[in-house]
């Protein structure tokens, strides 16, 4: 579906891939983005404790707010991400997405999302580009509507908020 809004609801759907950082419990560290080779207190912003319920329930409290239908997924199988980005073809004005590892090896994924053409913004809570050389190479970037990287989990906050605005303007309102 293009960008084009269609229905009163807007669509918006959040998927992230092959996390390393959400493992671990509620009391541990949950997000674990830092490079292993920085030294501790390095590079703090790329920590955190936030699960993945917690950018879920986080990610739908805005978007209720905002107006905006949510749908969220996590898998660490390739497939299953092509599958549910298949099935977002003509339900969904957006797709919000953290490839994970497979950011630096998908070209399935890429080719999902280009086939479909649903806009998308790609996450990273960690800082891609201060990583390891071969973590700054991603297979979405070129066609993302916008990447964000470095902001811990409040990227996602933060693409929402972009979102809504967006469909807002093409809505006109
Ligand atoms: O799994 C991840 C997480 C990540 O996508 C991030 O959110 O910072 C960055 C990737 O390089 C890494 O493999």
Known sequence: MSVTISSEWQRVRMLAAAHQQYEGTRRSPKWFSRPADASPGTN???????TLADVETS??????????????????????????????RGHCDFVILNPGGLTHTSVTIRDALLGVQ????????????????????????????????????????????????????????
């Open 59 to 88: 990610a739908k409290k805005q978007t209720d707010q905002l107006g905006i239908s949510l749908s969220t997924f996590q898998s660490n199988h390739e497939g299953q991400i092509v599958d549910r980005i298949q099935e977002a």
């Open 118 to 173: 649903i806009p998308f913004i790609e996450v990273h809570v960690s800082n891609i580009h201060a990583r390891e050389p071969w973590r700054n190479h991603s297979y979405f970037s070129d066609k993302a509507v916008a990447v964000i990287c470095g902001l811990g989990v409040f990227g996602y906050t933060a693409a929402i908020d972009f979102i809504a605005r967006k469909l807002d303007v093409q809505k006109g309102s």
């Open 44 to 50: 703090t912003i790329s920590q955190g404790s936030d």
